[in-house]
């Protein structure tokens, strides 16, 4: 089971299927995210050349 939301509503997933797509883009999404330790420091370089 999976679950989406967005700012209208939400949506359960139970078919297979769609629960697969739902897995692929997750990993495919976390494959690109950063670490904490690498967004913390992203995040305060960018801090700094705002001063």
Do not use: C, F, H, P
């Not at 939301?5 to 697969?20: F, K, S």
């Amino acid at each position: 089971m999976g679950y989406l939301d967005n700012r209208l509503r939400g949506q359960v997933v139970e078919r297979t299927a769609e629960i697969a797509a739902l897995r692929e883009q997750w990993e495919a999404t976390l494959a690109e995210a950063l670490t904490l330790q690498q967004s913390t420091e992203l995040m305060m370089e960018v801090a700094k050349s705002w001063t």
